[in-house]
């Protein structure tokens, strides 16, 4: 009996004893969330503050590791190969799921099929810049300027088929224009040379031009978004300036490996949806001009695809193809 007596001891009774999908354990050691882009991008702040975040929610350090190129295919793909166990985290961007797809002939991996969704982060949007020195004051005043000017302003981006390129080539869809794209490995660089008037305009993201728009080194003429941006309030969104449709930006979404056990992305879900919710977290988001998303993992794919169908078109009109 006193044999009988230890081994029962020894036992676990509570309903967490008899979950297999290691739920509420989880995390027992630090998690990696990757990056997939370089440290300094508009995408970092977020990261890292969403990583911070869920150190303090969960016990256990979320390290941020950067690994940029490929316009996110390379972190992206080192996320898809990676055990399947909760401690590897992509910190996704949207261009990497609805834009490469289509100007890259391989990403290194499956989009749809390498992935456990877990959670709809936030959203940035483009907002329309100029150089200073350019008369137009309006997204009407602009489009009349370079509809009587076709092929003679540069427009910057960080590269061909990122969200910068993929807005610029929407915008001239819509209205009719002709503009000369100037693609820059940086998208630091791309700015720096709008500033300098070497290009003339960007179509870059609220939260990384938003400081130089408030210093008056750039002129913010519309938000490509359904409403306006919280730190650029003034600005108009391109519908109230005349340009309904135009809405282009990047969104966050948190993924891991295909595989992951199911407990162990809702227990990241709930997490992440629980830090969506707390009003100074939420003020922190929109101070890097961005939006909240949030929701169930099962509305991530389905975003996604939506997504993917307006941007493919996109692409497929302006002919962009990468190696």
Avoid at 93 to 107: A, C, D, E, K, L
Wanted: some cysteine.
């Amino acid at each position: 009996m006193k044999y009988a007596w230890v081994v029962l001891g020894s036992l676990c009774l509570g309903p967490q004893c008899f979950a297999s999908d290691g739920a509420s354990t989880y995390p027992q050691r630090p998690v990696r969330m990757v990056n997939p882009f370089p440290p300094g991008g508009s995408s970092d702040p977020m990261c890292r503050l969403l990583a911070d975040a869920l150190t303090r929610a969960l016990g256990q350090q979320f390290v941020v590791d950067n690994r940029g190129g490929g316009n996110g295919n390379i972190g992206t793909a080192l996320v898809a190969k990676a055990n399947p166990d909760g401690y590897t985290v992509l910190f996704g961007s949207g261009t990497t799921f609805t834009i490469n797809p289509y100007v890259y002939r391989s990403q290194g991996f499956d989009p749809k099929k390498d992935f456990t969704p877990v959670i709809r982060f936030a959203a940035v949007p483009n907002v329309l810049v100029l150089n200073p020195s350019l008369p137009a004051r309006s997204l009407t005043e602009f489009t009349e300027y370079v509809k009587a000017r076709p092929g003679a302003l540069n427009y910057a981006s960080a590269g061909n088929g990122s969200s910068m390129h993929l807005a610029a080539e929407l915008y001239q869809k819509m209205s009719g224009t002709k503009m000369l794209h100037i693609p820059f490995v940086s998208p630091g660089q791309a700015t720096q040379d709008t500033m300098a008037n070497r290009t003339q305009l960007i179509f870059h993201l609220v939260a990384a031009v938003y400081p130089q728009v408030q210093a008056g080194n750039l002129r913010a003429l519309a938000v490509l978004d359904k409403s306006r941006s919280g730190v650029l309030p003034a600005v108009p969104t391109t519908a109230e300036a005349g340009l309904p449709g135009l809405e282009s930006g990047t969104w966050y979404v948190i993924m891991t490996p295909a595989g992951t056990p199911a407990g162990v992305a809702a227990n990241l879900n709930q997490a992440v949806n629980r830090e969506l919710a707390n009003p100074a977290f939420r003020k922190r988001v929109v101070e890097m001009g961005g939006s909240l998303l949030g929701g169930s993992a099962a509305e991530v794919m389905p975003y996604i695809e939506t997504e993917a169908r307006k941007w493919s078109e996109v692409v497929r009109v302006a002919g962009i193809k990468l190696d």
